[in-house]
């Protein structure tokens, strides 16, 4: 791709970043070279956000229905996953993963909880109280 040729269409992020490209220069060699992206990468993670904005409000309805604990929702808003989750507590995947169930959720310690709120960045009372 030419310099020249460069796609600047604001996408997602530009406002965060920009990305880094190879293009030829007026000699044919190649440099590198800003841009601000491209409508078919907007395009991509407009689709990609959806995806996750809907496992979301997935993970929302399982707690409200009982059928998940706030660990859940806060994991999926936090787009962490359940091998992410451990490693931030120190809990193996297999406790993690017990914990998702409200019963046993209500009986954790407050230690426990404490650990999940750090990695979720809220405190106890919003884990415990979640009102969705």
Known sequence: ???EDLPQEPGAL???TREVCYVKNEDGKYETALSDGWNVKKDAL???????NERIEEARKAVMNGEKSPIYYFMELRLMD???LSGYTGNFTFFTKR???????????????????SAFDITVSELKNFKG
């Open 1 to 3: 791709m030419k310099k």
């Open 14 to 16: 530009s406002r965060l």
């Open 46 to 52: 407009d689709s990609a956000w959806v995806e996750v």
């Open 82 to 84: 359940v091998g992410v």
């Open 99 to 117: 914990h998702f169930k409200p019963s046993v959720f209500k009986d954790l310690s407050e230690r426990q909880l404490a650990k999940y709120a």
